[in-house]
């Protein structure tokens, strides 16, 4: 195991870089739970990943700025997300920065949206620095919490009991899924006639 240990101190905060900037949070979770482990230093895994949401958040709001809704139309992914995101920036304008951090899906297409609205540069910039810091303290904390509950687990049980119990999790999130996923489909939410003014 100890090669397992040097590839995981090697590449862990790489690994965490990418994927925060690309909208990763189970790659960030896993990396709390390896600092738990003590395999990862922990305040190198959060400044890794505040550091690669930051960067991420600025290099889509570029993208926004400069070709936004062209590149929006010209994905999948980002077209499906983008009235939910159009949504949150309307109703919540001075709160969305904060929101749409949490919201899972969300990112990418939020700060190209961000890029092609009225926001200045470097208020979008100020916002950021608090916000990925924010976000990277509270889920670090939760994977650090999973981490410490993982270790618990295979303490008293094993790691078959671990996988037990992951197992479990994942069947009831995959139920909570097809459960949103079907009442989404029996209650479709009616789209926007016309863009309300941005506040």
Known sequence: MEWAQQIIEQYGYWAVFIGT???GEAVFVAAAALAAAGLLEPWKVIV???IGAFIGHLFFFALGRWR???IINSFEFLRTHHPKANRVLDHYAHWSVFIFQYLYGTRIVAAIMFGC???GFWRFFLLQIVNCITWALVIYA?????GIAAL?????YGFIGLMVV????AVVAMLAWFGLHEYKLH????????EPDRK
């Open 48 to 50: 890794v990943a505040a």
């Open 187 to 194: 209650h479709p939410q009616p789209e926007d006639e016309k």
């Open 166 to 169: 992951i197992g479990i999790v």
């Open 21 to 23: 900037f690309a909208e």
């Open 142 to 146: 939760a994977g650090h919490f999973l």
């Open 117 to 119: 609205s009225s926001i």
């Open 68 to 70: 936004g809704m062209q």
């Open 152 to 156: 618990q687990i295979i303490e008293h």
